[in-house]
């Protein structure tokens, strides 16, 4: 009997000691019995029933950084840029997340890859490029749901980056250098028509001058005309004094000129300006 008990004993000792489960800070374990959900050990010292029971599954139950791989996205007007995400998440109920799920880490992978393929191609390139914000939030709320049947819960999703693919890049780039030579034969444009319009305006302004000056000079011309026709009424003497200067003048000018080699002058000069002028 005393061996039987010592080695009952010793039986007993080893189904405790096999039975001891000590769970550390951070973990969740999951206990089945005989194949069956059977409880959740929390952290701390736990003795469980070694023959019938055993430890199937162990969750941890710190936020979880899930990392999103960069993927290929075309938008709403077909253009196609690349995407990555990561998301923060916490088992907010292990039994649903043990056997809700058959790999939570992949299922929420692939649920945030489609989320943002969904939400970008409902979007203009220029739109999601610039509305990381929105996307942000629209991608927290579509998985939302999804994670806490699960038994999961979001924490955070964050855009790690968002740009064009290079092919797209490329495009963009000569799209804009396009774009800045349009701009600029414009520019060079309404400078040239801006001179143009300044030119004709200057040239109708001066021809404006000139014609105000002719017409000052011809007023001045008939006054003059005038003037002198009132002073020869009674006496010619003025005007033939005039006459014969401007003819002398005349006469001066031509001896001078390259292109005269012979000038004939009037034996009788007071004669020839008197018959121009009409006297007696």
Known sequence: MSVLMYVLVILVAIAIWKGIRIVPQGEEWVVERLGKFNAVLSPGLHVINPIFSKISYKVTTKDIILDVPQQEVITKDNAVILANAIAFIKVSNIERTVYGIENFHEAMRNMVQTSLRSIIGGMDLNHALTSRDRIKAELKTAIADEALDWGLTVKSVEIQDI????????????????????????????????????????????????????????????????????????????????????????????????????VLLPGDLVGAVKALVGSK
Request: charged share 30%; glycine share 2%.
């Open 163 to 262: 740009k064009p693919s290079p092919n797209m890049q490329h495009a963009m780039e000569m799209q804009a250098s396009a774009e800045r030579e349009r701009v600029a034969l414009v520019t060079k444009s309404e400078g040239e028509k801006q001179a143009t319009i300044l030119n004709a305006e200057a040239r109708l302004e001066a021809a404006r001058k000139d014609a105000e000056a002719q017409e000052v000079a011809a007023k001045a011309s008939a006054a003059s005309i005038r003037l002198i026709a009132e002073a020869v009424k009674e006496n010619n003497t003025s005007a033939t004094f005039l006459l014969g200067d401007r003819y002398i003048q005349a006469m001066q000018k031509l001896s001078t000129s390259e292109n005269s080699k012979l």
